[in-house]
């Protein structure tokens, strides 16, 4: 019998348009948009189904819309194969997407999730606009390789390792010429580099200011222990004690996404089995570079 996991999709992965059809077709997940416009005190389904793109890309209007989104598309999984969810064994989340996966999993509300990520968001905005910045992401190239890459550039300002996503694609972040750098020195080393539309330099030491506010924001949310394992970006790990979940999810936006580590975790330990919930395929195409043969399903509604 199969072993199933649930993914979540991160920043970078929402677009116009994401989730419409699932809240004409579903109450359960009309019902969801309908409770976070009001939490937030803004329509947000009016700027996921119509956008404007430059809105809803921003880090402080993405990173609520791509949570309430993943679980509306959770919530059409649920009424067209219940059976999915119900089997799943495992979850995981990129980046903002393991608050999703932690909300699927009972270790917070849905209400609680929402403000947290909205205050994840505002701070992560605050803390790029403090200090220009941005990611590069760095493909064809091995760990080693992106390694020697990071310790050259980084003589032009701050760089490290933000998000080891899969084999030859990995994710540096840090101040703009130190980017720069690692973009020219990948492409002398023979690999691509691709800037991506970002706001700052997530995942690394200049996002402190946001870790602070993100601990002020989790201190007062009640976080049970998963109901499933839920494994963490910072150390590719499940945990079931709530204050490590919560120390984990602080430490996240400061410290590198071991994606690929996740999925192999998942992959030691049975799951054979993977459905991407929410908007794009990003996580689809990195399992491609883990993993092949795997089944893979993504459950987008669009």
């Known amino acids: 019998m199969s072993k199933i996991a649930l993914?979540?999709?991160?920043q970078g992965a929402q677009h116009v348009g994401m989730g419409k059809s699932i809240a004409e077709r579903y109450p359960a997940a009309r019902d969801l948009y309908a409770q976070a416009s009001e939490?937030?005190?803004y329509d947000l389904a009016r700027l996921c189904f119509e956008g404007p793109a430059e809105e809803l890309d921003s880090t402080i209007i993405s990173q609520p819309a791509l949570f309430v989104t993943s679980l509306a598309a959770l919530e059409m999984l649920r009424a067209e194969r219940p059976e999915v969810v119900l089997s799943c064994e495992m979850t995981a989340g990129l980046s903002l997407g393991e608050y999703t996966a932690l909300v699927f999993a009972g270790a917070m509300s849905f209400e609680d999730g929402l403000r947290v990520v909205q205050r994840r968001g505002e701070?992560?905005?605050?803390?790029?606009?403090?200090?220009?910045?941005?990611?590069?992401?760095?493909?064809?190239?091995?760990?080693?390789?992106?390694?020697?890459?990071?310790?050259?550039?980084?003589?032009?300002?701050?760089?490290?390792?933000?998000?080891?996503?899969?084999?030859?694609n990995t994710v540096v972040s840090g101040e703009n010429p130190a980017c720069e750098k690692a973009a020219e020195?990948?492409?002398?080393?023979?690999?691509?580099?691709v800037p991506l539309a970002v706001a700052g330099a997530f995942h690394t030491v200049l996002m402190k200011p946001a870790d602070a506010r993100l601990a002020e924001a989790l201190a007062g949310v009640p976080i049970k222990s998963p109901e499933i394992p839920v494994v963490s970006n910072v150390d590719a790990r499940p945990h079931e004690d709530p204050e490590e979940i919560r120390e984990l999810l602080v430490r996240?936006?400061?410290?590198?996404?071991?994606?690929?580590?996740?999925?192999?975790?998942?992959?030691?330990?049975?799951?054979?089995?993977?459905?991407?919930?929410?908007?794009?395929k990003v996580l689809r195409g990195l399992m491609r570079r883990i993993d092949r043969k795997v089944h893979f399903e993504t459950v987008s509604g669009s």
Not at 123 to 148: F, K, N
């Open 7 to 10: 993914l979540f999709p991160g």
């Open 39 to 41: 939490i937030l005190g």
């Open 123 to 168: 701070a992560m905005q605050e803390a790029s606009d403090a200090a220009p910045s941005g990611m590069v992401s760095l493909l064809m190239l091995d760990r080693s390789q992106v390694d020697e890459i990071c310790q050259r550039a980084s003589e032009l300002g701050v760089l490290s390792i933000a998000n080891y996503l899969c084999p030859g």
């Open 185 to 193: 020195l990948a492409e002398e080393a023979g690999g691509k580099a």
């Open 252 to 280: 996240q936006v400061v410290s590198p996404v071991l994606w690929e580590d996740s999925m192999r975790y998942m992959l030691d330990h049975g799951v054979d089995e993977f459905y991407e919930v929410g908007p794009g």
